[in-house]
């Protein structure tokens, strides 16, 4: 396991997103395989939608064990560290009017994932490992996007990305 100091070496790229604030000020232009979208209602329904009907849920495909080799390991300083730098002050920053279309009761969505999204995404360069959804997440987000779902059933389907503009 990496130290501390390692991780955020390695993470710079990702520490410099979150911290120049400024997210989702630009349309998310990046070509692949992903199903973009732009309304946060859609969005949503994506990242909270759990009946499996259509697609699957979001959570199962990010963050299920199968999703992780059986040697990653979930370092509670990574967690410490994250907490002590307050998630380099990512949800004080500037978003464009995103995090106010993704309010769902009490909560706001986007904001709730991002933290999950940041911790985990921290993990993986602790553990010199990314999954090949992890990596697509964090490729999305470096290129202005927000990744929040899944359209279809695996291994069909595609990643579903919020564009803001």
């Not at 710079?12 to 979150?18: E, P, V």
């Not at 709730?112 to 553990?127: K, P, S, V």
Request: proline fraction near 4%; hydrophobic fraction near 35%.
């Amino acid at each position: 396991m990496k130290s501390w100091d390692q991780v955020t070496k390695d993470a710079s790229d990702f520490i410099s997103f979150l911290e120049q604030g400024n997210f989702f000020n630009k349309p998310f232009l990046m070509s692949g395989d992903y199903k973009i979208i732009t309304d946060a209602k859609v969005g949503i329904n994506y990242a909270t939608n759990d009946d499996f009907d259509t697609f699957d849920e979001w959570e199962t495909v990010t963050d299920t064990p199968n999703v992780f080799p059986d040697d990653f390991e979930w370092n509670d300083k990574i967690k410490y560290k994250l907490k002590q730098n307050n998630y380099f002050d990512f949800e004080q920053k500037e978003f464009n009017g995103a995090k106010e279309k993704w309010v769902y009761g009490e909560a706001c969505i986007l904001t709730e994932l991002m933290y999950r999204d940041i911790g985990i995404i921290f993990q993986c360069y602790a553990n010199d490992c990314f999954p090949e959804i992890w990596k697509k997440i964090l490729e999305v987000y470096l290129n202005g996007g927000f990744p929040c779902g899944w359209d279809d059933h695996l291994p069909n389907g595609k990643l579903v990305v919020y564009s803001n503009n």
